[in-house]
């Protein structure tokens, strides 16, 4: 059967297909180490669970607003109110199933063809695609490590054409849990300020931050951009959420319409009782997140010590999120048997084959000389499985 050429066009998630792969391996009695999945490995906050499942029992199983309710869009506000400093009214809130499909939603709103949507790198896999599905072409702008992955402005000006019509923010990022201060948002809204574009601000991990750095939204910097910046987020990395598919955005009122009409005409309205847990996980008892973001720092600071203890790997410590992009370039050039360890790929199918760890390899998020390894797992495993990779490497020979 003929397929379109959208269909044709589209990659699968390289992230949910290394994690399917390690839950195979498993299901087969083979003992895999995953580094793969962003997903917190924590329960759901409790009273979460029971404001869903005290949904269920009084029958609230019925279609929502497409949008989402008007409580969780009211959930929602006090949660920007108080995270943000910033007000935002129902009307300029919207519901998706999770963050993913709210971004998915906005591209396809705001591109034609031909436009362009500038996408730093390292970037999370589904910008790029996501872009291409809604006609839009994606500009990928490489960042350094040495400036610590974070996108230069005059590296934006550059890019800049007549046909721009967004650019992306993801901070703290995936993959490389990069984390843009006040200045560098400053100096990248000097480049934006007076461009007809809309800044696209990826915030889900915006709770997730460690050490003496606190997240800065681009608004703080530069109120002046709120007529044309969507901030987008949920409830999936910050309360471990991550099945219960809520995202929500925030922005222009006439762009949120928007993105509800397209909704109604395709998923129609999230999940009716998981709104309802939604509800509680913001507006509740926020000690569990604290709980979280400090287990996620100390396993931030295990790993990565492990890791730049393997000769010819060097790992950057990350601001935030829950992920660290080593980088493996120093082991190119060494050989497993027959075969090469030339490029990110070639050492993830090594270290799923050899020592049964599952990590994702750069290549996915734009780069050549990385891996992406989640510490969305427990220090145990963090361990084992930092361990099983240095005691592979160190049978590569040169």
Known sequence: MRLSSRARMLKPSPTLAITAKAKQLRAQGIDVIGFGAGEPDFDTPAHAVRAAVEALEAGETRYTPAGGTAE?????????AGDYGMEYGPTEVTVSCGAKHTLYNLFQVLLDPGDEVIVPAPYWVSYPEQVRLAGGSPVVIPTREADGFRMQPEALEAALTPRTRAVVINSPSNPTGALYRAEHLEALADVIRGRDLVVVSDDIYHRLVYGDERFVSILEVAPDLRDRTVIVNGVSKTYAMTGWRIGYAAGPAE????????????????????????????????????????????????????????????????????YVF?????????????????????????????????????????????LRMSYATSEDAIREGVGRFAEAVGRLST
């Open 72 to 80: 969780l869009k009211q959930a929602v506000c006090r949660r920007i």
């Open 255 to 322: 762009v949120i319409r928007a993105m509800e009409a397209l909704q109604s005409q395709s998923t129609s309205n999230p999940t009716s009782f998981a709104q309802k847990g939604a509800v509680a996980a913001l507006i509740g008892d926020q000690a569990c997140v604290e709980e979280m973001r400090r287990a996620f720092a100390r396993r931030r600071d295990l790993i990565v010590e492990a890791l730049n203890r393997i000769p010819g790997v060097t790992c950057r410590r990350p601001e935030g999120a829950f």
């Open 326 to 370: 080593p980088n493996v370039s120093g082991l190119f050039g060494r050989r497993w048997g027959d075969r090469g360890i030339g490029a990110p790929a070639d050492l993830a199918a090594f270290l799923l084959d050899e020592a049964r760890v599952a990590v994702v390899p750069g290549e996915a998020f734009g780069s050549s000389e990385h």
